[in-house]
């Protein structure tokens, strides 16, 4: 199974500043087939990207994935007071697995 | 509107049955894999097993084969997920969710159910 890890576990900072999220997967991922997710409290999770850097339907273009084999980022450019939330990275390239999340906190 | 609507919360006492569910609509259900995953309160998201419903192929992560049964009814295009004897540690929210491209057995989720709270006590 493939395991993720998600650093930092918890990113405090203000609006307007950029955020940088990491994922590290235990062995490659093939295809580059890592999504990125964002759950607020009380909501279901939300698909962010796909394909480590294909934005899903409707995200603004200030999120953006990047990576491939075992290291993939979630850059958000200017943060909003909405993007404060918890995010996860997932791979369907094995099965199916989680990262642990990262929580986005404002400073 | 693609949309996954749930069944509402469930308590329930330790050994109980449960079956809840997760109806599609707005697109061709028998067309997309659906899969559920697991949030245990102030945790993180696991992924518990998927569905073909239009074949009702089905796959398990190793951790929930044995702890919970996925099927789906096509002709109600509805996704169910049960459990034969509930435990303490099945508290949790489940959320049913679609893949994003038509009969790709292995994707990211694209659609989200508003997710079923399922807690067990005694």
């Known amino acids: 199974e493939i395991v993720l890890t998600q650093s930092p576990g918890t990113l405090s900072l203000s609006p307007g500043e950029r955020a940088t999220l990491s994922c590290r997967a235990s062995q490659s991922v093939s295809s580059s087939y890592l999504a990125w997710y964002q759950q607020k409290p009380g909501q279901a999770p939300r698909l962010l990207i796909y394909g480590a850097s294909s934005r899903a339907t409707g995200i603004p273009d200030r999120f953006s994935g990047s990576g491939s084999g075992t290291d993939f980022t979630l850059t958000i450019s200017r943060l909003e007071p909405e993007d404060f939330a918890v995010y996860y990275c997932?791979?369907?390239?094995?099965?199916?697995?989680f990262g642990q999340g990262t929580k986005l906190e404002i400073k | 509107e693609v949309q996954l609507v749930q069944s509402g919360a469930e308590v329930k006492k330790p050994g109980e049955s449960l079956k809840i569910s997760c109806k599609g609509s707005?697109?061709?259900?028998?067309?997309?894999?659906i899969g559920w995953v697991r949030q245990m309160p102030g945790k993180g998201l696991e992924w518990m097993g998927i569905?073909?419903?239009?074949?009702?192929?089905?796959r398990y992560s190793p951790s929930f084969q044995g702890q919970v049964t996925i099927s789906a009814d096509k002709s109600i295009s509805t996704a169910y997920l049960q459990w034969s004897s509930l435990k303490a540690s099945d508290t949790a929210m489940y959320y049913c969710?679609?893949?994003?491209?038509?009969?790709?057995?292995?994707?990211?989720?694209?659609?989200w159910g508003q997710g079923t709270m399922v807690t067990v006590s005694s």
């Open positions: 569905i073909y419903p239009g074949d009702s192929d089905t």
């Open positions: 707005g697109y061709s259900f028998t067309s997309y894999w």
């Open positions: 997932q791979q369907y390239g094995s099965s199916l697995t």
């Open positions: 969710a679609r893949h994003l491209s038509s009969g790709w057995i292995l994707d990211a989720f694209d659609i």
